[in-house]
């Protein structure tokens, strides 16, 4: 029996930080200071992580079970998705999106990174690449990650969310990104539109802050090219970091194949 006991102390030792008390599926959140979030592990060592904030008013633990969620555990990446919480907005569930006359609960550039260091510490996993996708609201917070806190993941891939007005004059340093956004989008709009005070940015002057941070000169991409109902420009010539524009006919929302082709491009670019 004392044996037993020994062998139990060991085990807690050796785990991880925080790594005690189960938590990460749907059910229940590892809780931090500040906020919680959900996660899955591969079924084999992983190699990275993939982080993906919700749409204004969702959820992390809806995205468990995303087209991206498969596409990242299948290629061996340990799968985040946290939960916005600024119970004064208009949603709840939203992210901290710098934008004027507007004021938030949390700085989530700080607790996105306090969720990174507190998954670490559960999974044990300290290195390998990090790709920041979202969608929506979280697709704007991914640009303003992308833009402020440039270190913070090796690429990113935002989806259907760009800067909100007052738009950045300049970003950090050069980054690698991938967004994708509906040419029929009538929520958020490629030219972005007016909620009284608060404005949603123009994506075409998002894609030129960042061109202009890359060092993309010559300002028009290297490269265009079709697939079936989907668009390209490929900012791959800058000075630093990558710019890639997927457009599709479609509305607010991912063209179908869209978490495979863009774990594609990051797999590709990064590693």
């Not at 991880?16 to 084999?44: F, R, S």
């Not at 949603?200 to 079936?228: H, M, Y």
């Not at 990558?242 to 774990?263: F, N, T, Y």
Request: aromatic letters at 10%; glycine letters at 12%; hydrophobic letters at 40%.
């Amino acid at each position: 029996m004392r044996r037993f006991f020994l062998t139990l102390a060991a085990m807690a030792f050796a785990m991880p930080v925080g790594a005690q008390t189960a938590c990460g599926d749907a059910d229940t959140p590892c809780e931090i200071d500040g906020g919680d979030y959900h996660y899955a592990m591969p079924a084999v060592a992983p190699k990275g992580i993939v982080m993906h904030l919700h749409g204004g008013g969702g959820r992390g633990r809806g995205l468990l079970n995303s087209g991206l969620a498969r596409q990242a555990l299948a290629r061996g990446f340990i799968f985040v998705a946290p939960n916005g919480w600024h119970p004064e907005n208009r949603w709840q569930r939203d992210w901290s999106v710098q934008a004027s006359n507007s004021s938030h609960n949390r700085d989530d550039k700080l607790f996105l990174a306090d969720v990174m260091a507190d998954l670490r510490a559960r999974t044990g996993l300290q290195d390998g690449m990090v790709l920041l996708a979202g969608f929506s609201r979280g697709g704007s917070m991914v640009w303003d990650m992308a833009c402020q806190v440039p270190d913070f993941a090796d690429a990113y891939a935002p989806l259907a969310g760009a800067f909100w007005d007052d738009l950045p004059s300049d970003c950090a340093a050069p980054v690698r990104l991938f967004h994708t956004h509906g040419w029929n989008d009538r929520t958020v709009p490629l030219e972005g539109r007016s909620f009284g005070a608060v404005v949603q940015g123009d994506v075409w002057a998002s894609l030129k802050i960042l061109r202009e941070t890359n060092g993309c000169d010559a300002r028009q991409p290297e490269a265009n090219s079709f697939d079936g109902d989907l668009w390209f420009r490929h900012w791959t010539d800058c000075a630093a970091g990558e710019i890639q524009l997927m457009l599709h006919k479609g509305g607010h929302g991912a063209p179908q194949g869209w978490s495979g082709r863009m774990m594609d491009w990051f797999v590709e670019t990064v590693g």
